[in-house]
């Protein structure tokens, strides 16, 4: 029996990219020449149906790999589950809509094996690099923005930290894995600030080439999860993405919660009344906000979604229940009435959290 074992694993995340996987294939396989190689596509399951795609493609190729992952969805997470599914000693990660350039890939991995660097990114911005045609105007002044605040949090000078292009030692991956951001758009970035300074870069020229099938799943989401990054990497990564989210999303609550409550007063509501639409208004609004935008990668759909706003509600009222207990014992230890409020709401808040990751919207807090 013959055995396969690949040099470099191709980690690719792909979401709606079903007409662009044969094509890719065919480059790879160009592109290669005789280091051994295999890909590894990352589905979240594609309405499209690109897993499908892709497991065709490996019935007829053992270089091929398909994970289907259900129930989840983001591109970072796509690419750690690729790469830890593989034991090749070289990690390489690319786009499957072909904007990044396969033929690349031989100078990137000589790059490891000469053992000049332990990373090596696919840059658009350093010598014959060029991101022209790829981006559009607003596009690319975003992403230069970016760039700019990224050094921030890596500390040192690489030219496209934002790169979804790059090959690393399958050492340095394990390593790092387990403390990546699954939910996020730039792995790379990631990587790059969890290592900080320890890791010798290298840079390979590109030219990013323009979508030709398919769209681009860049959005509003992707720059909140890039700025939800930079914040959990500046606190030295002690606050989550996802609590930062869940308490910008408690305080636009608050903000509903005053609207409503000033509604119905005014609307000749008692206090007692108003108050009480106004909290459930406020705890609604905010499991939808949260079920989009904090816990998107694990949204509730149809009656998990109305069983999770039960619970929701459950988890909100022992909050409200511990927040009131906290502060009004500081207050009577003699605390200000602004410490004894504010360490209520922190300790509601933070509760409410807690619970929420463990019973409402069940998984791993990251
Ligand atoms: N599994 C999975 N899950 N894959 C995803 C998801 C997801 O939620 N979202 C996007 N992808 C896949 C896409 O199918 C594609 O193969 C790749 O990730 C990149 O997505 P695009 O939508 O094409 O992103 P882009 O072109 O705007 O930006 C990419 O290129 C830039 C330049 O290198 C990204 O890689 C950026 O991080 C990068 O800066
Ligand atoms: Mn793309």
């Known amino acids: 029996m013959q055995s396969f074992s690949p040099t470099v694993s191709v980690v690719v ?3 709606n990219e079903s007409q662009n996987l044969p094509h890719l ?3 790879l396989d160009k592109a290669m020449g005789d280091i051994s190689w ?23 190729d053992a270089r091929v790999r398909c994970i289907r992952r259900v129930g989840r969805r983001g591109l970072a997470g796509a690419c750690i589950e690729g790469a830890l599914s593989s034991a090749a000693p070289y990690v390489a990660v690319m786009d499957a809509d072909l904007q990044h350039d396969e033929s690349i890939l031989p100078a990137m991995l000589a790059k490891l094996k000469n053992d000049d660097a332990d990373l090596v990114i696919g840059s658009r911005f350093v010598g014959d690099g060029s991101s022209e045609g790829g981006f559009s105007a607003r596009r ?16 040192r000078q690489v030219s496209d930290p934002m790169s979804g292009f790059f090959a690393l030692r399958r050492e340095v991956f394990e390593t790092v894995a387990p403390s990546l951001v699954p939910s996020g758009f730039k792995i790379l970035l990631d990587i790059l600030a969890s290592t900080r300074g320890q890791m010798r870069v290298a840079e390979v020229a590109y030219r990013f080439r323009s979508r030709q099938e398919g769209l681009s799943k860049f959005d509003t989401r992707a720059i909140l999860d890039f700025l939800g990054l930079l914040l959990h990497r500046i606190t030295g990564g002690t606050v989550s993405v996802r609590f930062l989210f869940f308490m910008i999303v408690g305080a636009i609550g608050l903000a509903i ?28 609004s905010n499991f939808l906000v949260n079920n989009l935008l904090t816990y998107s990668d694990m949204k ?16 909100c009222g022992v909050g409200a229940l511990a927040n009131i207990g906290v502060a009004s014992w500081l207050f009577v230890s003699n605390e200000s009435w602004w410490i004894a409020g504010i360490a209520g709401v922190v300790v509601g808040a933070t509760f409410n959290y807690t619970m929420s990751s463990i019973f409402v919207w069940r998984q791993q807090q990251n």
């Open 38 to 60: 295999e890909v590894v596509f990352v589905d979240d399951d594609s309405p499209d149906g690109t897993w499908k795609v892709a497991k065709q493609l490996a019935k007829a």
């Open 140 to 155: 690319a002044f975003a992403s230069r923005v970016a760039t700019r605040l990224a050094a921030f949090i890596i500390g």
């Open 257 to 284: 919660h005053l609207i409503v409550l000033r509604i119905c007063l005014l609307g000749g509501f008692g206090f007692e009344a108003a108050q009480s639409v106004a909290t459930v208004v406020a705890m609604t």
């Open 25 to 27: 294939v065919g480059l």
């Open 300 to 315: 509730l759909r149809g009656t998990a979604a109305l069983a999770g706003l039960l619970k929701f509600y459950v988890v």
């Open 13 to 15: 995340p792909t979401f």
